[in-house]
């Protein structure tokens, strides 16, 4: 069932500013994340916690569809990987393929009319699925040692808060912007 959110196709020019707008938050906010984790004395860590790099790429999803979101996703940790060195190395691909997920199943299920939250539940299972395919794959079909299926179980409880911020700020956000765009 589709719901009163469907709205006209976005411009090339739209889609192009929201995959450089989603980019940008998705390069930045981890940074911002990790510089306050170092003041904090925790490192790194906060960033697993609070999963920053996950919340413009899934609300991109949501407010530019699927194109806008998967390619910001594919491309927002290899762009912070090349200015950053994060993430390392060993988790690049799998995250460039959990993040696409994240927008690309933001983006299919945008008009789907269900809670706001239930589709932002719906976008981090169908991102994280793909990532444990995409582990799965490189561990028992390749043989790659540089991660391993326990990881993703262990991210789960360790990224809680993070996945609760996305619960709390993407639903408001995108209802703030329809409610805004109807005036």
């Not at 994340?33 to 906060?46: C, Q, S």
């Not at 990987?81 to 299920?109: D, H, K, Q, R, W």
Request: proline share 5%.
């Amino acid at each position: 069932m589709i719901s009163s959110r469907t709205s006209k196709k976005l411009t090339f020019k739209a889609q192009t500013l929201a995959t450089g707008m989603a980019l940008v938050g998705a390069v930045l906010l981890p940074q911002l994340i990790h510089v306050l984790g170092k003041a904090l004395g925790v490192g790194t860590a906060l960033g697993g916690a609070l999963l920053p790099m996950h919340l413009p790429i899934i609300l991109a999803g949501m407010m530019a569809g699927p194109f806008v979101g998967g390619i910001a996703g594919a491309f927002a940790p290899l762009l912070s990987y090349a200015l950053t060195g994060m993430p390392y190395i060993n988790s690049l691909p799998f995250m460039m393929v959990e993040v696409c997920f994240y927008g690309a199943v933001a983006g299919l299920i945008k008009n789907v009319n269900m809670p706001l939250m239930l589709k932002v539940l719906l976008a981090q299972i169908g991102g994280r699925a793909m990532r444990a395919v995409a582990v799965a794959i490189a561990v028992y079909g390749f043989g790659f040692g540089g991660t391993s299926l326990m990881s993703l179980l262990i991210s789960i409880p360790e990224g809680i808060l993070g996945l609760a911020l996305q619960w709390a700020v993407i639903p408001v956000v995108v209802y703030a912007v329809d409610r805004k765009a109807k005036e």
